[in-house]
């Protein structure tokens, strides 16, 4: 499975965006592998909400700009908005824990493979968790609880740069 590795070191957060916009049918791609992700009682907590025309766009870097952060949206031409629904979990479950309880690990799941499926695509993605969501309700007219935004757009840079992780005897302990 090489291939995979390979993808998933392609894959990295894009802070800078060519000028190139995106076909809405390949951001459209990405949302239908955020829909096959698992979830916790295959419950789907999640609506993707997609801005690929210039003037949503402004409204969204609006939003994910707060004191400065994330100046690198004025270049980028398109954005997922990912917002949580109501989970309806299987009944037996939902008798011991609250609907919500595993919302927010389906949703990064979901993003993960909308990111992992743009890096396929050969577009830059970042996931962008510095949000304005009051804003960006009334500004986009979204009701929904928004989690995270996704710019979307084609990297500027040509290369990859190199993973900085914690390394793996320290992420991870074989239990004896
Ligand atoms: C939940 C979440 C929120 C994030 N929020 C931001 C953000 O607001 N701005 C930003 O530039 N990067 C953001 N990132 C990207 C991380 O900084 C990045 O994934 C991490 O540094 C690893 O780098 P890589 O994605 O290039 O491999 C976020 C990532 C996640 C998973």
Redesign the pocket.
């Known amino acids: 499975m090489n291939d995979f590795k390979d993808l998933i070191l392609k894959?990295?957060?894009c802070?800078n965006y060519s000028e190139k916009r995106v076909d809405t049918a390949l951001i459209l791609q990405c949302v239908e592998a955020a829909r096959l992700s698992p979830s916790a009682c295959n419950s789907q907590p999640w609506k993707y909400y997609i801005v690929n025309d210039e003037e949503n766009a402004k409204k969204v870097r609006q939003c994910?700009q707060p004191d400065g952060?994330?100046k690198?949206t004025d270049k980028c031409p398109a954005f997922a908005i990912v917002t949580e629904q109501t989970a309806t979990l299987k009944p037996h479950v939902a008798a011991r824990v609250h609907s919500q309880k595993w919302a927010e690990n389906d949703i990064?799941l979901s993003?993960a493979h909308y990111c992992l499926q743009a890096a396929d695509l050969g577009l830059g993605t970042?996931?962008?968790?510095?949000?304005e969501e009051d804003k960006m309700r009334e500004l986009l007219g979204i009701n929904d609880k928004i989690r995270?935004v996704i710019a979307t757009g084609y990297s500027a840079d040509e290369n990859p740069?190199e993973?900085?992780r914690k390394a793996l005897e320290e992420m991870c302990e074989i239990l004896k």
């Open positions: 894959r990295e957060s802070r994910v952060a994330n690198f990064g993003v970042c996931i962008i968790g510095m949000v995270l740069r993973k900085k």
